[in-house]
């Protein structure tokens, strides 16, 4: 199995992409930890996933000191940290002109501060073991999308974070890469309007939305050995939404 005894964190691991994210690492062997700042989440997703394999913290990434907290927990309880994804993340769209100022500033901090906190602390014990993964979960919206301005923002961040990460830490045999998904079938996306999600699926060359699977697959391959020599990369996972400007 990849993942054998690896120790892997991953925020926002209670539902959704997440929580597909941690289901592949445990089948491949990893003990994971979930970070999510909703505890009933993680009450249902330890329940479904039924497994020695995973443990939970219930903290909130924007914020440093719990930040600390939860990465010198994983370490004193497992003495080192393989892989980090950054997944935790939040959408408040609208048109610039109707967005409140605090919109803005809590997708800032949830999408691109998080990792940020993240990577400063578990970059000192990767740096330590001379080893590590940190894969970030940006979005195609990175690109650019109406009505998404504070979201783009914090993802096009986030993808530029991952390339001076892995300028910073490749000579440290530790990889940084970012994912950027389209549409994924989670509750933050079925959380838009029914007529919105359909228009979007249809948007797609492969006239469907993606399953959080197709992420997990990715964010593991990443992750994995095969993968390490991949470093400061931003991988599409999309039907290929990204590469052209009209679809039919
Ligand atoms: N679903 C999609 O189509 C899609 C597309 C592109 C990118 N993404 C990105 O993928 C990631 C996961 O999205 P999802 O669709 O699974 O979302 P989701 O809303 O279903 O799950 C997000 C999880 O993050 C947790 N979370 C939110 N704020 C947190 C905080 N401050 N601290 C800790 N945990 C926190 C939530 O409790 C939740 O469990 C996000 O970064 C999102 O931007 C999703």
Same mark, same amino acid.
């Given at each position: 199995?990849?993942?054998?005894? #690896?120790? $892997?964190?991953?925020?926002?691991?209670? #539902?959704?992409?997440?929580?597909?994210?941690?289901?592949?690492?445990?089948?491949? @062997?990893?003990?994971?930890?979930?970070?999510?700042?909703?505890? *009933?989440?993680?009450?249902?997703?330890?329940? =479904?996933?039924? &497994?020695?394999?995973?443990?939970?913290? %219930?903290?909130?990434?924007?914020?440093?000191?719990?930040?600390?907290?939860?990465? /010198?927990?994983? *370490?004193?309880?497992?003495?080192?940290?393989?892989?980090?994804?950054? +997944?935790?993340?939040?959408?408040?769209?609208?048109?610039?002109?109707?967005?409140?100022?605090?919109d803005y500033d809590s997708v800032m901090k949830v999408n691109l501060k998080g990792p940020w906190l993240m990577c400063r602390e578990v970059a000192p014990i990767m740096r330590s073991q001379n080893s590590g993964r940190i894969v970030n979960i940006a979005s195609r919206s990175?690109?650019? +999308?109406?009505?998404?301005?504070?979201?783009?923002? /914090? *993802?096009?961040?986030?993808? /530029?974070?991952?390339?001076?990460?892995?300028?910073?830490?490749?000579?440290?045999?530790?990889?940084?890469?970012?994912?950027?998904? @389209?549409?994924?079938?989670?509750?933050?996306?079925? &959380?838009?309007?029914?007529?919105?999600?359909?228009?979007?699926?249809?948007?797609?060359? %492969?006239?469907?939305? @993606? *399953?959080?699977?197709?992420?997990?697959?990715?964010?593991?391959?990443? &992750? =994995?050995?095969?993968?390490?020599? $991949?470093?400061? #990369?931003?991988?599409?996972?999309?039907?290929?939404? =990204?590469?052209?400007?009209?679809? #039919?």
């Open positions: 199995m990849r993942f054998d005894n #690896q120790v $892997i964190a991953v925020t926002g691991g209670a #539902q959704g992409l997440g929580f597909a994210i941690v289901e592949q690492f445990i089948e491949e @062997g990893a003990q994971v930890t979930i970070i999510d700042i909703d505890q *009933k989440a993680i009450d249902q997703a330890l329940h =479904s996933l039924s &497994s020695d394999s995973v443990d939970s913290i %219930c903290s909130d990434v924007t914020d440093a000191a719990q930040v600390n907290e939860i990465i /010198s927990t994983i *370490k004193e309880k497992h003495g080192r940290i393989d892989v980090l994804v950054n +997944n935790a993340g939040i959408i408040r769209d609208n048109v610039i002109w109707k967005m409140p100022e605090e990175w690109l650019g +999308n109406v009505g998404q301005s504070n979201y783009s923002a /914090s *993802k096009g961040g986030l993808v /530029s974070m991952t390339r001076v990460l892995a300028l910073e830490l490749g000579k440290n045999n530790i990889t940084v890469n970012a994912v950027a998904p @389209g549409l994924i079938d989670t509750p933050m996306t079925r &959380s838009l309007d029914p007529e919105v999600y359909k228009m979007l699926e249809q948007s797609n060359p %492969c006239k469907k939305a @993606g *399953k959080p699977a197709d992420i997990a697959h990715t964010v593991a391959f990443l &992750s =994995s050995d095969e993968a390490g020599f $991949i470093n400061g #990369q931003v991988i599409h996972v999309d039907g290929g939404k =990204s590469i052209g400007a009209s679809v #039919q």
